[in-house]
């Protein structure tokens, strides 16, 4: 069972900056993409960005494009996001990701989450 642990979360102000990690561990098989996503209350979780650990495709939403930057380490299995400008709309919990490949099946992996807000 792949765990991921984020870390990086707190109180920013509008313009600022944050870099969120997340470590996987216990892992079997081949991690074979990590992500980023969000939950802001009393709305649904929405993907934030997304890497490919192999081939480099990388995928952000809308609202982030030109701010943010998803990164990863294979060799340490961890998952990076640069956030920069960062906006009041950006407060969420943010949930580390990852798809696992292991015995012919792939399997989804979520941290626990880290509470970003940013303040105006």
């Known amino acids: 069972q792949v765990q991921l642990v984020e870390s990086g979360g707190g109180l920013v102000q509008a313009g600022g900056s944050l870099r969120l990690s997340c470590a996987a561990s216990r892992v079997s098989g081949k991690i074979t993409a990590m992500a980023w996503y969000r939950q802001a209350p009393g709305k649904q979780r929405e993907l934030v960005a997304a890497t490919q650990t192999t081939g480099g495709d990388t995928r952000y939403a809308d609202s982030v494009k030109g701010r943010f930057t998803i990164s990863v380490d294979n060799a340490k299995n961890t998952v990076l996001l640069q956030m920069k400008r960062l906006e009041p709309e950006d407060t969420a919990v943010y949930y580390c990701?990852?798809?696992?490949?292991?015995?012919?099946?792939?399997?989804?992996?979520w941290g626990q989450g880290t509470q970003i807000t940013v303040s105006s």
């Open positions: 990701n990852d798809w696992t490949f292991y015995d012919w099946k792939d399997s989804e992996y």
